[in-house]
């Protein structure tokens, strides 16, 4: 039974920090590419950051230069460092393999306010 948990979300102010965290079970998390997917009010669910099995990385323009997509496979874990955050950066983050072939978790409240 594929399992995604993700965690680390809270309330935090502009130019603020998260780190959060996504244990996965289930499947060979180390052969899988992942992604970081975030969901506000009212728009579609997008794709912030995927890292490949191998550890390459790729990131939305919005979140380039702020936020860090890592993994330990030891650990069937991924991570998502997020700094300088921004209020528009509020929304419910989700993780799941790149192509969302997985079953979605229940996500991670992350907001931003001052």
């Known amino acids: 039974q594929v399992l995604l948990v993700e965690s680390g979300g809270d309330l935090v102010h502009p130019g603020g920090s998260l780190r959060l965290s996504c244990a996965a079970s289930?499947?060979?998390?180390?052969?899988?590419?992942m992604s970081w997917y975030r969901q506000s009010p009212g728009k579609e669910r997008e794709k912030v950051a995927t890292?490949?099995?191998?550890?390459?990385?790729n990131y939305a323009d919005s979140v380039k230069g702020r936020f860090t997509i890592s993994r330990d496979n030891a650990k069937n874990t991924m991570y998502l460092q997020m700094n300088s955050l921004k209020p528009e950066d509020t929304a419910v983050y989700y993780c799941n393999s790149r192509l969302q072939s997985l079953d979605w978790g229940q996500g991670t409240q992350v907001t931003v306010s001052s």
């Open positions: 289930g499947f060979t998390f180390r052969n899988t590419a």
């Open positions: 890292i490949a099995s191998f550890g390459s990385t």
